[in-house]
């Protein structure tokens, strides 16, 4: 199957500096997205990382692996890579990041992720959440003690209970799945749930036309109409005919 992808990253209205990070390989067939936290300028250099890394790791494994392993592969090498780095600098202690990274191929796709930035499917104009948030909300939506509308209020709807980079070890959650002519995957960072419901969402990307890049920026610009209270990122690839 064919692909089609882009992106759009913007750095909001409130904050002074875009932490979020995205990868657009076609030639792998590899969307990644990253937002990340930390001082100064820890959070931009851990997302920047994930995304180099991930990219790499996921071009030079080749073989025998699955979708799922090489990606679970790419995302240990993301860990290290940030672990180590804040390791030997001090002023870098703390910084970590999210990671959503998808890898086609194909009919197949495979997603991993942890934290709180997200992939769905929107499939004849319905759209399905395929990851779960690794954060203090995420968990409380998940055992029906708040609605998500409370999540996107919520005071601690930052607090991640998964991020890439702050210990020697993280677990991704892994999914693999068959691709259809027509779905179209939403990767996306946090800024922009914050102020676009999935049901817009859906209907955006529903109605999108050939550029889809004009769609990703709409979507960007949507969020920042409505207050732009963090740094966006949108990734959408489409599976062509
Ligand atoms: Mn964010």
Known sequence: M???????????LQRRANEDCHAVAPDLALYVVADGMGGHAAGQLASDLACRAVVSRVSESVGPSSLSERLRGAVASANEAI???????PELQGMGTTVVALLASGARAAVAHVGDSRVYRVRDRSIRQLTDDHSL?????????????????????HVLTRALGVRGHVEPDLAEFALVAGDVFVLCTDGLTAHVSDDEMAKRVGEAGD???????????????RGGEDNITVALIRIEA
């Open 137 to 157: 909300v995420g968990e409380l939506v998940r055992r029906r003690q708040i609605s998500p509308d409370d999540a996107r209020e919520h005071p601690h709807r």
């Open 2 to 12: 064919r692909l089609n992808a882009a992106a759009a990253t913007d750095v909001g």
């Open 211 to 225: 550029d889809l890049q004009e769609t990703a920026e709409s979507l960007v610009d949507l969020a920042n109409q």
């Open 83 to 89: 672990f180590q780095t804040a390791a030997a600098r």
